[in-house]
């Protein structure tokens, strides 16, 4: 599977059944969860620890006059209620976002989102500070809110920011890429162009286990150690540490297990400051919880983008420029978790997988009174956004023109032998394949045979109707590089430490930190496969600031590009040293040594019985050290990767759409991807089934809505339907292997592209049903009413 050519690939592999690169080794962690031994934040109980519970506010826009705490401190077992006033003495009253914007942690005067923090209580146990929390008192002035982007952005509408010196209205930013006149030169001169809007729901990443901390402050040491839910342990170390003014080094943050992030816990939320805060004042450990529909209704959600696609063509469906129109509703701060330098994160990459001559976008962000958030749900910054316009463009072009959606895609796709390829709006894509992979689903998903069932449907004006839908996407994932991608000012980079034991096992120490993806099995492979170890000698710890490297963290699927490419790299450091301790302990020359990924052992060339393993060479390194080393056999590699990656993959949906009801049932879901060099194919393909199942809940049922009063509508488990094994049909999966040029290992990252690539395909397979009938677009989620409704505009309902 390793491609012989380009860059530094691996040497073959052969499954050699020590667990390396590409054995479908069980995950290590699932014992532990699978028997109960999880450690997750709210498992963390220490002597004395109080509990917190914040007081939200049920108006989305209002004026907060008064804060009567008096009846909350009668309650027993009540030890304080805090408000902004008390935050302020110790400057804790705001933070600052990840896009350099400032949040109140709790609201000083204004409160611009239904459920903001507005005060936290106290107490020696949950249910107090819970009873507590209903006792604060609290006088609004309500103001007019402004919920929609669009009507935000009118001139008579309510001015959300008005704190800020130079806000005069609810408009964040205007950002454009590509060249302009180009595209519109293209488009002037064009046969043949579409137009569409569609619009990307606001959704939430809904993780099982919701935010929260356990802050622990000790006096004796002057030192904070905070166990919380952090996709991103060291950056949020480092913030802590900006906003609270405790040393760097006075600060440990611990993740423990986590219960599922999804992007959900990237960004810095109010109640952590909180619990740090009040921690730090009462000398106490303080816990805070959150409970699902504060997790919903106030953490950072997705999406929420109204777009507008337009495409130029010649008439045989040959596009010529791909041309982009969004207004981005941020909520009240502008707090999306992303590369700063990237307001609108990589939505740049909508030109998808298709080679075309020019393309411009362009982008208005605006606050409303919602929640913030915009970048997380499993996508690689805003780039499901542009996947799904894009894939979506495609197919209504198909339509107007009336070709086959895979014949029109093939007859656009960036050729196999164009890579490493820069795109129009200035991307370097560093390997594809675009047209084998779809090709692929094609014969998986027998796509003659339901073009053929589906005609015949419409011919007999059958009650259900097929429609087949296809995404043939290209993610981008694992920023870096440094240069380009940072985190509040932090370059992107990724790290690995690998410290072998005299005995010959090893703890290799990550920067990035697992969710549930699997990184205790699947980094443990890659170091078994570069050292010719055993899997189950190789520990792989992450999530502590105080042990681990420095790393960024672990989102937009950078773990495998980065920190992967790190503990490759430290990996092949380690075999470095192993060979000069080989050439001492088999009494050769160094440059006679070599070593053997098959049997995973060093040799004297032109002589393989005379060979040591890895831990004879390990007690070597600590017993027999020769004159030239230092003793021990350890390295740390800090990776800033040269370019992102580049997944990408063909997914084939066939839906039954039913004319009476509106229902829509999956008849067959095949998804090809690619993502390089594949570590572990059973962990990839769980990654794929969960994140599937993401996508079908997007196109399907997800959706936070807010009623005109700012009333959030869809922020509970009621109102906010995620899928269940119930709506999920049987998935087949399969892949191509076009390893990353770049990549040590040749991998690519795979944890987003399921999500990212199937609600484009769900969609297109459901207008493809009604396509014949004037469909050319339903918007998501697609609810029985939603299709009935447009069955019924086209004729087509019975
Ligand atoms: N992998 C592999 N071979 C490859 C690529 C990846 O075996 N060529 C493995 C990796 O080693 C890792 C897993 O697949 O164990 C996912 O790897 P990667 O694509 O690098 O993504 P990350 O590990 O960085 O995970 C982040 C990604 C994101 S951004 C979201 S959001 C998401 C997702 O992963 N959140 C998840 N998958 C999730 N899965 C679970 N269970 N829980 C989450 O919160
Ligand atoms: Cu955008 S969700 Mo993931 O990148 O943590």
């Known amino acids: 599977q390793h491609a012989d050519d380009g860059g530094p690939q691996p040497e073959k592999h052969c499954g050699h059944g020590r667990g390396g690169m590409g054995e479908e080794v069980t995950r290590k962690e699932d014992k532990r969860f699978i028997t109960g031994r999880g450690n997750y934040v709210d498992d963390i109980k220490k002597p004395g620890m109080l509990h917190c519970e914040i007081v939200r506010s049920p108006h989305a826009h209002a004026r907060i006059e008064d804060i009567d705490g008096s009846r909350a401190m009668a309650l027993d ?29 709790l609201v000083n005067d204004k409160v611009k989102f239904q459920s903001q923090e507005v005060a936290a209580v106290i107490a020696e146990d949950r249910y107090t500070a819970k009873d507590a ?29 008005d704190e800020l010196d130079d806000q005069e209205d609810n408009h964040i930013f205007d950002w454009e890429t590509g060249d302009k006149e180009a595209t519109q030169e293209v488009f002037d001169e064009a046969a043949v162009t579409v137009e569409e809007q569609m619009e990307y729901q606001r959704l939430h990443p809904a993780p099982i286990e919701t935010c929260g901390a356990v802050a622990d402050w000790d006096p004796g040491k002057d030192k904070m150690t905070v166990h919380m839910t952090s996709q991103a342990p060291h950056a949020h170390r480092t913030l802590f540490s900006q906003v609270s003014g405790i040393p760097e080094h006075k600060v440990r943050i611990v993740s423990p297990d986590v219960g599922g992030g999804f992007g959900n816990k990237v960004p810095i939320y109010p109640g952590y400051v909180v619990a740090a805060a009040a921690s730090y004042v009462l000398e106490q450990p303080v816990k805070w919880i959150e409970e699902r529909s504060e997790n919903i209704q106030t ?21 010529q420029g791909v041309k982009v129109d969004v207004l981005a509703n941020h909520g009240a701060y502008n707090a999306a978790a992303q590369p700063s330098k990237f307001p609108a994160g990589f939505f740049n990459i909508f030109t998808g997988s298709y080679d075309v001559d020019a393309a411009y976008g362009s982008l208005t962000g605006a606050f409303t009174n919602t929640a913030p958030g915009g970048v997380a749900y499993r996508c690689s910054f805003r780039v499901t956004e542009a996947v799904y316009l894009i894939e979506r463009m495609v197919k209504v072009l198909a339509d107007e023109l009336d070709v086959d959606p895979a014949e029109i895609r093939r007859r656009n796709f960036i050729p196999s032998d164009a890579f490493p390829y820069e795109s129009a709006t200035g991307w370097n894509y560093d390997s594809g394949d675009y047209e084998k992979a779809l090709d692929k689903a094609l014969e998986m998903a027998d796509y003659e045979h339901y073009r053929e069932e589906q005609q015949r449907r419409i011919a007999e004006d059958a009650d259900k109707l097929i429609g087949i839908g ?5 993610e981008v994932v694992g920023a870096g590089p440094g240069k380009q991608c940072d985190i509040a000012g932090i370059e992107m980079f990724d790290s690995a430490d690998l410290r072998v034991n005299p005995t010959g096992n090893a703890v290799l120490r990550i920067g990035v930190q697992t969710q549930g993806q699997g990184h205790e099995t699947t980094f443990a492979q890659i170091v078994a496969e570069e050292l010719g170890m055993d899997v189950d000698d190789i520990t792989v710890e992450h999530g502590d600031t105080d042990t681990e490297p420095y790393g960024l963290g672990t989102y937009g699927s950078r773990s495998t590009p980065v920190a992967g490419a790190a503990a490759a790299v430290a990996a092949r450091k380690v075999r470095d040293k192993a060979k000069s301790i080989a050439a001492n302990e088999l009494e050769a020359a160094e440059e006679d040594i070599e070593w053997d990924r098959e049997s995973g052992e060093f040799h004297v060339a032109g002589a393989p019985d005379r060979s040591i393993t890895i831990t004879e060479i390990a007690a070597g390194a600590y017993m027999n050290s020769p004159g030239n080393e230092e003793p021990g056999l350890e390295a740390v590699n800090y990776y800033d990767p040269p370019e992102m990656t580049y997944p990408f993959g063909s997914y084939i949906v066939v839906v039954e759409v039913d004319r009476e009801t509106g229902e829509v049932d999956f008849e067959k879901f095949v998804a090809v991807d690619d993502c390089g060099n594949r570590i572990n194919p059973m962990i990839i393909e769980g990654q794929i089934h969960g994140g599937l199942a993401q996508g079908i809940g997007t196109a399907m049922l997800e959706h936070v809505t807010y009623d005109d009063n700012g009333n959030v509508t869809g922020g509970d488990f009621m109102n906010y339907l995620l899928p269940t094994a119930n709506e999920i ?20 990252g795979v944890g987003e592209s399921p999500t990212v690539g199937s609600p484009p395909a769900i969609v297109n397979a459901v207008v493809d049903a009604m396509s014949h009938a004037g ?19 086209v004729g087509l309902s019975i």
Request: charged residues 30%.
């Open 775 to 793: 469909t050319s677009h339903v918007e998501m989620p697609m609810t029985p009413d939603t299709v009935w409704e447009e069955l019924d505009e």
């Open 77 to 105: 077992g009540v030890v304080a209620v805090l408000t902004a006033d008390d935050l302020l003495e110790h400057d804790l009253a705001t933070m600052p976002t990840l896009m350099d914007d400032t949040q109140d942690v």
């Open 299 to 319: 953490t950072g959600f997705a999406r929420d983008y109204d777009m507008t696609g337009e495409i130029a063509a010649t008439e045989d469906g040959v596009i």
């Open 133 to 161: 929390a209903e006792k604060v008192e609290v006088e609004y002035d309500v103001l007019e809110p402004v919920v929609d982007a669009e009507e935000a952005l009118e001139d008579d509408a309510p001015l959300i920011r």
């Open 470 to 474: 296809i995404s043939s996407f290209t």
């Open 729 to 748: 049909p049987n998935f087949e999966t399969g892949h191509t292997v076009t390893p990353s040029p770049h990549h040590p290992i040749g991998a690519k």
